[in-house]
């Protein structure tokens, strides 16, 4: 499960900006898809986290971290 702290700050922050104006039509299209999305990559990560060693999953963030890296600078050269 999700922090439910940081759940509960988000929730309110979308909230709170949403009655404010601050969201267009382009932009609720996208909370739209990002929020579940976002939901279902959280509780994948988070059961992939319990699944690994420590080892595992600093070798796993080095990884990522390296892929990021790679991704960044071949869209800068091309």
Not at 30 to 51: D, E, M, N, R, W
Request: charged share 10%; net charge positive; hydrophobic share 60%.
């Amino acid at each position: 499960m999700l922090q439910p702290f940081n759940v509960l700050i988000l929730i309110t922050t979308v909230t709170l900006l949403f009655f404010k104006g601050a969201y267009d039509q382009t932009a609720l299209r996208a909370l739209v898809v990002a929020l579940p999305s976002g939901l279902i990559a959280a509780q994948i990560g988070i059961t992939v986290f319990k699944s690994l060693s420590d080892t595992g999953f600093r070798r796993l963030l080095i990884l990522l971290t390296l892929a990021m890296g790679v991704g960044i600078l071949v869209s800068e050269l091309f």
